[in-house]
Structures are given as C-alpha cells and as structure tokens.
C-alpha cells in the first residue's frame, strides 16, 4: 500500500513538473547570423504560445570569459552581439532563453564557432569606365563592420564576370588588383559585370551588382594602315636627302670653277702683285701727232734745191721734237695721278 501511494505521489509529481516546463517553452530555431564580420542571434517564438507577451535574454561567452548577458528582457527575436566581440579570430558562443512573469525556459546554447569562419561577405562595389575602345573595371571592397576585410583575410583577389549585354555566355577572369582593364572587347558594344571577392579557399562574397556600360570607339590605327604611312614616309625621307645631296653637289662644282685648285707659278704671281713701272700699261697709248712736211724741188737752182730737203728735215726734227716733250709730260702727269 505505502508503495502504491508514493508511486502515485512520484507519478503525480511528475506531470506537475511537466507540466510546469511545459508552460515555458524554449525559444525555437535559434540561429547565429554573421555579416561582413558582424553577430547576431536569432530565433523564433516557441511554439503553441501567441497570445502571451514573452520576453528573452541572450548571454554571450568568449574564449577568455564565461557568459555575460548582452540582451537582458528583450521582447524582439534578435540580439547584436558585434560591439562585445573583443577579437574576430577568437572562439564564442551564444545562449537565449525564455521568460515570461518571472519564469525562465531553459537555455539554448549554440556550439562554439569563430567569427571569421561563419560570416558572409557582401558583394564590393563595382564602377566601369570606357575609354578609347578599352574598358576598366574599378572594384571598392565592402566595408566591415569589424577591422578592415584585408586585415582579417590578409591576401585577397577578385572573380570577374563579363558578358555581352543579351548574352547568356559569360567570361571569368581572377585578378588581385582592384583595378582590372577587361581584355578584347569589341568597340561600341555594351558589355555586364559582376564581381565577387574571393577571400579564402572556403569564403567567398557575394557577388556585386550587374553593372553595364558600352565600350567606346577605338581609337587603335590598323596595321596596314601604319606599313602605307611607314612607306610613304620613307619615300619622302630618300627623295628629300637625294635633293640635298644633289644640291650640295652642285654648289661644289659651281665653286670648284669659280675658285679653281690650280696654283699660278710664282713667276706670274710675281709679275701680278707688282706695280708697274711704266705708265703705258696704266693708260691708254698717246695720240700721235702728224704734221704734214712738203718738198719742193726746182731743177734751175742746185744750191736751193740742196737747202729745202735740209730744211724739210730741220723742220721736221724741230716737229717730233716738240712731240716728244708732250708725251713726256703726259707720262709725268699720269704718274702724279696714280700717285694721288
């Protein structure tokens, strides 16, 4: 009988306890939620319960401390833990619970993770700029809640994608640089990017936003274009320097006649430099005078006929003698004026 009784009583006990618990259920779907290396926790109402206000307290504990609680008689579903995350490569875990007029559920705790192992990373902004038949694509890594995103993941690099507008084939390319010139594209076709980071063998962003832009005009000069223009150059070029050639060889032969190389013998040179002795040379040759001289002859009278020649001569000599003294002073007077 005694045991029957207390194995109501246990029985019976039981199912109050039961069905205490029951009257505080446990927060469902708890969740831990990271992005750009933020924390938050999540989690759904506990089942069965909508027409009680219920409120929660979420407690966080680190590597180096035990739980403290961070959102305290809460009635929203989520609690931010990013302002008491000391470091983003420690371990943590998250707990909620429960409360409703001064009772508590128990706690539902989450496993121990490391921030930069679960967050996301939200896709980097992405700007597109044509010029001259080329297309840059200029990348902004997304800003972290928690350091910098190069900081936390050290080397990073990008995912490329690239299409024609309309097209459903795309091109990948992988570069580190945040700047990245896209490679053979066609002039005045629009072209879509998008870009992810790729920031560790398991943790990848998301991607960008599609962003499109028409690839402008080249401004490159045909190959065929530059051999035409390289041969007229050279063209040009060699007939320019067979003119020049051409004059400068006729300057030198006009010169070669005007100054000859021949030498003058010394003799001549000689005679050339010195002044002349005589004025003829210097002048032009004196006028000669005539005078007319007439003989007459008379066969009656010898002695007459002897005189006349003799005077004829005397005459005649006392002529040039006259004459001579008028080119002496005509020689004289040149003289005085080479002189002056």
Known sequence: MAFSAFSRLSTVLLYIGF???????????????????????????????TDQLLNYTADLSGWTMDFESVCANISSLSCDFTDHVST????YRLRVRTE??????????????????????????????????????HITDPPMKKKNLRDVFGSISYLIRYWKEGE?????????????????????VSYCVQVAVLCSINTTSDFSNVTCVTNTASDEVESWFIAVLLLVSFV?????????????????????????????????????????QSSVLLSAPPKENVHEVRILHEETHNTQQAERPIRAQHNATDCWTTVDVKERDEEQRLLDEIKL
């Open 19 to 49: 069905i205490s618990s029951e009257k505080i259920p446990v927060p469902g779907n708890v969740r831990v939620l990271s992005l750009d290396m933020g924390l938050q926790l999540t989690w759904d109402p506990p089942r069965n319960i």
């Open 168 to 188: 459903v084939t795309k091109e990948e390319l992988i570069r580190e640089q945040n700047r990245i010139m896209l490679p053979s594209l066609e002039p005045l």
């Open 236 to 276: 040009v070029v060699s007939a320019a320097v067979l003119l020049i050639f051409l004059a400068v060889w006729s300057s030198y032969k006009v010169c070669r006649m005007i100054y000859p190389d021949a030498n003058l013998p010394d003799h001549l040179k000689q005679y050339l430099y010195e002044r002349p």
């Open 88 to 91: 983003t490569f420690g371990t």
């Open 100 to 137: 409703l007029d001064g009772e508590t559920s128990d706690w539902v705790e989450t496993e121990e993770f490391g921030v930069d192992k679960i967050t996301s990373i939200s896709g980097p902004h992405v700007e597109l700029k044509s010029r001259k038949g080329q297309t840059e694509v």
